[in-house]
């Protein structure tokens, strides 16, 4: 009975240290520790990194393109002579925060993985449930829940078999890390109202009402803009997204007052409603009505009467023409 007791416990014991390394994780220690940054313009970072050592990825603060992170690594020959002679961890959790002064850490370890006898080998490590590769001969898809790895991703290397040549413990890998990005891109509108007015107006993103257009999500492409109020005119552009980049436009507000473009020639005496107007170049505003637009060239002159409405735009040209024709 003694005994049995006493083997109780020792299981008793056995199952809280397992439940204490699932919960806390195990402790474990690197030869050396590669922090690599990744920039917030994406650009891939390399790194070189031994069996022993640990590799340490901070993201970068704004996340909203990057769906996961591809390790492409050039691999030793003799590393890949002896296949899955070498393995990697991936862990979560990691404490304390990776730094290259210190090479002692615990964290959750994930599935072991081994390095195939490939020269290039790629690992992908999804972060989001945007993350949509599919895994080929030449790649690994690290199986991991969306979402597990938060600001940092964190490997190392170790050898996985007993009897390895001694300079397998040499090898160096030379890995290139960069994100995986989303096939999206940010759309930033800017309203400009007219001095001393603020009234309401209604974004439209392909025929979509949008409640901000600040920092707006899209896929890549070209996508249609309406501006719409009762106030001013309506606004539409078309505008091009390009992925992890921003497209940023700015619309000034034009009210709904009739506008008028004449085109003449420089030698025109041109009225409208009786003022002279002698500057053809700029588009100038109007009242809703009638309104009557006179050219005089010589003795050739030329009247025409608009029936002006807000929110619409008018073109007035005077054409003076020659037509030639043979006579037999």
């Keep these: 009975m003694k005994y049995c007791f006493a083997s109780l416990k020792k299981l008793g014991f056995s199952l809280i240290l397992l439940s204490s390394a699932c919960i806390y994780g195990e402790s474990f220690r690197v ?34 393109f990057i769906t996961g992170i591809e390790l492409n690594i050039k ?21 304390p925060f990776p730094t290259p002064d210190n090479i002692d850490y615990n964290g959750k370890k994930l599935p072991v993985n081994t390095i195939p006898g490939k020269l290039n080998y790629t690992i992908y490590v999804p972060l989001n449930s945007k993350f949509s590769l599919k895994e080929n001969p030449y790649s690994k898809i690290l199986d991991v829940s969306p979402e597990l790895f938060e600001n940092t991703v964190f490997f190392r290397f170790f050898l996985a078999m007993k009897g390895a040549p001694e300079a397998l413990e040499h090898a160096i890998f030379n890995i290139t890390v960069k994100p995986v990005l989303s096939d999206e891109g940010k759309f930033s509108l800017s309203i400009k109202q007219p001095e001393g007015k603020a ?6 993103i392909d ?6 257009a600040s920092d707006v999500v899209l896929s890549t492409g070209e996508h249609h803009l309406s501006v719409t109020s ?22 000034e507000m034009r009210g709904i007052e009739p506008l008028i473009k004449i ?23 109007t009242t809703p009505g009638d309104h009557v637009i006179k050219f005089t060239i010589g003795d050739y002159e030329v ?26």
């Design 263 to 285: 085109i003449a020639p420089e030698n025109a005496n041109i009225q409208f409603d009786g003022n002279s107007i002698t500057d053809t170049k700029n588009i100038f505003s």
């Design 230 to 251: 009762d106030s001013f005119r309506n606004e539409v552009r078309t505008f091009i997204i390009e992925q992890a980049k921003t497209t940023a436009l700015e619309i």
């Design 303 to 328: 009247i025409k009467t608009i029936n002006a409405v807000n929110g619409r735009s008018y073109t007035v040209s005077l054409d003076i023409d020659a037509s030639v024709s043979e006579d037999e």
């Design 207 to 212: 025929d979509s009402l949008t409640d901000s």
């Design 31 to 64: 030869a050396k520790l590669n922090k690599v940054q990744i920039p917030q313009d994406y650009t891939p970072q390399t790194v070189k990194a031994g069996i022993y050592d640990g590799v340490s990825i901070t993201l970068p603060e704004d996340q909203t």
């Design 199 to 204: 009234e309401p107006y209604a974004v439209y």
């Design 75 to 95: 691999v030793p020959e003799i590393v890949a002579t002896w296949r899955d002679t070498i393995a990697y961890n991936f862990y979560e959790n990691v404490t």
